[in-house]
């Protein structure tokens, strides 16, 4: 069955970064895209982007344009999101999804990975 | 301030239908497929309803789905208590080139 394992919960200070993981298994990686979704405490969910695993292309939310990265790794069948220059409000659970394309539905979800930005 | 507006809460006894609407415009709703999120307490959201009135494999058929012009609408028929969860709309934005989301909403199972 498809499964989607993100990496463990991160606090970090304000202006630092953080590398979110997302190892896939039971379909055929480089077949799908990884979107990226985050929930601030008590807040709705926000779309943060996606990239395909087949090449690499990537479609990010216009607010995180610059401070966000996505890649992926083929070979480990892992997504990786990097968010870069930390603010308070990027304390969130962020996780990972199965997606066919940017505008498609996200099938299979991760279990989420809580970053708390912090000093 | 999300684009796709939804009710912020939703409530209905065992058994009862609700429906859940979710509003948007042309450029979201009005050019693209909705697809529907289910999220219980505490844990990821799951995809309930896909291309407006799809339902993935093991999602039960008293859920639906609907969409009109700039609207969309998700319908649960015959009320269970585990129905008790938070409800998130979604669509492409042809204007922000983005997924857009809905706030959410809270259904509670009285």
């Known amino acids: 069955q498809v499964q989607l394992v993100q990496s463990e919960a991160e606090v970090k200070k304000p202006g630092a970064s953080v590398r979110v993981s997302c190892k896939a298994s039971g379909y055929t990686f480089s077949s799908y895209g990884i979107t990226w979704v985050r929930q601030a405490p008590g807040q709705g969910l926000e779309w943060m982007g996606w990239?395909?695993?087949?090449?690499?292309?990537?479609n990010y939310a216009q607010k995180l344009q610059g401070r966000v990265t996505m890649t992926t790794d083929t070979s480990t069948s892992t997504a990786y999101m990097e968010l870069r220059s930390l603010r308070s409000d990027d304390t969130a659970v962020y996780y990972c999804a199965r997606g066919m394309a940017a505008a498609g539905m996200a099938d299979s979800w991760g279990q989420g990975t809580l970053v708390t930005v912090s000093s | 301030q999300s684009v796709l507006t939804q009710p912020p809460s939703a409530s209905g006894t065992p058994g009862q239908r609700v429906t859940i609407s979710c509003s948007g415009s042309s450029s979201n709703i009005g050019s693209n497929t909705v697809n529907w999120y289910q999220q219980l307490p505490g844990t990821a959201p799951k995809l309930l309803i896909y291309?407006?009135?799809q339902r993935p494999s093991g999602v039960p058929d008293r859920f639906s789905g609907s969409k009109s012009g700039t609207s969309a609408s998700l319908a649960i028929s015959g009320l269970q208590s585990e129905d008790e969860a938070d409800y998130y709309c979604?669509?492409?934005?042809?204007?922000?080139?983005?997924?857009?989301f809905g706030g959410g909403t809270k259904l509670t199972v009285l």
């Open positions: 979604a669509a492409w934005d042809d204007s922000l080139n983005g997924v857009l």
């Open positions: 990239i395909s695993a087949y090449n690499g292309n990537t």
């Open positions: 291309s407006n009135n």
